[in-house]
T-cell receptor, first 114, second 109 residues
Framework: DAGITQSPRHKVTETGTPVTLRCHQT?????MYWYRQDPGHGLRLIHY???????DKGEVSDGYSVSRSKTEDFLLTLESATSSQTSVYFC?????????????FGEGSRLTVL | AQRVTQPEKLLSVFKGAPVELKCNYS??????LFWYVQYSRQRLQLLLR??SRESIKGFTADLNKGETSFHLKKPFAQEEDSAMYYC???????????FGQGTRLTINP
């Protein structure tokens, strides 16, 4: 599992509340990613990081922010959750010093926004 | 823009029958293509990549640049192949993957 854990694994929240999802890795990988998985849309990249304090936007970054203050943790924050952000969120890492295309994924965090 | 298209959301075949999961891509440069699989209650994982030209669990995929396709094939489906399959494209020089919409494959006994 490449030492990746996500928390919480399940969360139910209300519209307008902030939510933070955590991705933790134990192997000091440089590249970390947040994807969301939705039926009919597949996996879509939200944000990614290529080092401490180095992040960039993916294809569906609106309404999300990220932080990486240390190598092992990559946080995804929904500043004000909306029902359209109900989804399963996956964290992934790319081993090595560059993304070779092989990603290792976490178990996913299922978020429901009521 | 880079894009990966999997035209079939659902695919159902009988055990022992051939399987083909379609993947088409749009990209102006030199693409690197991958197939990922997610079995029930397991993590999403890499199945195979076009560069290695290997066969994993009986699956193969050939990159066809003329048709911009990377279809996944298996001659004889098994029940344990039932899963969600994603095709992915790595853009040269970029540190990210673009995924398709996914195809849920069901193998009927």
């Amino acid at each position: 599992d490449a030492g990746i854990t996500q928390s919480p694994r399940h969360k139910v929240t209300e519209t307008g509340t902030p939510v933070t999802l955590r991705c933790h890795q134990t192997e000091n990988h440089r590249y970390m990613y947040w994807y969301r998985q939705d039926p009919g849309h597949g996996l879509r990249l939200i944000h990614y990081s290529y080092g401490v304090k180095d992040t960039d936007k993916g294809e569906v970054s609106d309404g999300y922010s990220v932080s990486r203050s240390k190598t092992e943790d990559f946080l995804l924050t929904l500043e004000s959750a909306t029902s359209s952000q109900t989804s399963v969120y996956f964290c992934a890492i790319s081993p090595g010093t560059a993304n070779t295309g092989e990603l290792f994924f976490g178990e996913g965090s299922r978020l429901t926004v009521l | 823009a880079q894009r990966v298209t999997q035209p079939e959301k659902l695919l159902s075949v009988f055990k022992g029958a051939p399987v083909e999961l379609k993947c088409n891509y749009s990209y102006s440069g030199s693409p690197e293509l991958f197939w990922y699989v997610q079995y029930s209650r397991q993590r999403l994982q890499l199945l195979l990549r076009h560069i290695s030209r290997e066969s994993i669990k009986g699956f193969t995929a050939d990159l066809n640049k003329g048709e911009t396709s990377f279809h996944l094939k298996k001659p004889f489906a098994q029940e344990e192949d039932s899963a969600m399959y994603y095709c992915a494209l790595r853009i040269q020089g970029a540190q990210k993957l673009v995924f398709g919409q996914g195809t849920r494959l069901t193998i009927n006994p």
